[in-house]
């Protein structure tokens, strides 16, 4: 079993637990209130400006240069693709992507300050390692919640259902956990602090549903 397969079964209780939050259950049903669906758009809007300065640092400091550039892919492309997924969702509200007035959330800052620091010192696989969640739950999440557009050509969330349940969003995450399985040590340190990277990211990724499922702020004096 390489890294990612062995990483993901070890993060399965995180991925279950995503799907039975209100959150997501909602999200698959169409009952989700479309405020909280706007409120979680905005801070994933902030997380992936950062997500993708993390996979940029990444590429940069990867050993090998053909899955350097795959990185670097990710952040200008895979990651463009989103924000203009979210940029769309967002104008229908008549907000601008370019122009959020409001503040990350203390979860999405916690998640993506940890990325970022990973990323700038910590070895490359490591730094990998902690990004992958993000593009395996997304992925199984879109995948396990693909059969609702077929049944329900109207769902009120389908264009983030679809962007998700794309294969090319599929073959993205697939390619990721490639480059990390082909750099990842049989054993030693550097093996636990993927893992640890991996878990950390895992659990991250259901606190940030649940932040914007509560309306999570911050405190005021």
């Keep these: ?38 409120r979680y758009i905005v ?9 993708s300065r993390a996979l940029a640092t990444t590429a940069a400091r990867w050993p090998e240069p053909e899955g350097a550039a795959s990185i ?12 203009m997924l979210h940029a769309s969702l967002l104008s229908e509200a008549g907000v ?11 979860t999405c800052l916690a998640y993506v300050h940890t990325l970022l620091a990973d990323a700038s010192v910590k070895p490359a696989p490591v730094a990998l ?16 919640l693909a059969d609702v557009l077929v049944e329900n050509p109207g769902h009120p969330y389908a264009a983030w ?10 073959e993205d995450t697939r390619r990721a956990e490639e480059l990390v399985d082909q750099q990842a040590p049989d054993d030693g340190p550097e093996l636990d602090q993927m893992h640890e990277a991996y878990a950390q990211a895992s659990r991250f990724e259901w606190m940030f549903w649940d932040a914007s499922y509560r309306g999570e702020s911050w405190p005021t004096p």
Excluded: N, Q
């Design 72 to 83: 670097a892919r990710f952040a200008a492309g895979a990651v463009d693709a989103e924000r």
């Design 161 to 170: 259902l679809s962007a998700y349940g794309d294969p090319a969003f599929a």
């Design 1 to 38: 079993m390489g890294f990612s397969a062995d990483a993901w079964e070890r993060a399965k209780p995180w991925y279950d637990a995503i799907l039975e939050h209100p959150f997501v259950r909602g999200l698959g049903d169409g009952t989700l209130d479309r405020e909280v669906f706007l």
């Design 129 to 144: 390692a902690g990004l992958l969640p993000c593009f395996r739950i997304y992925a199984e999440v879109g995948r396990h």
């Design 96 to 106: 601008d992507v370019d122009k959020l007035k409001s503040e990350p959330t203390p």
């Design 43 to 51: 801070d994933d809007a902030h997380y992936l400006a950062r997500y």
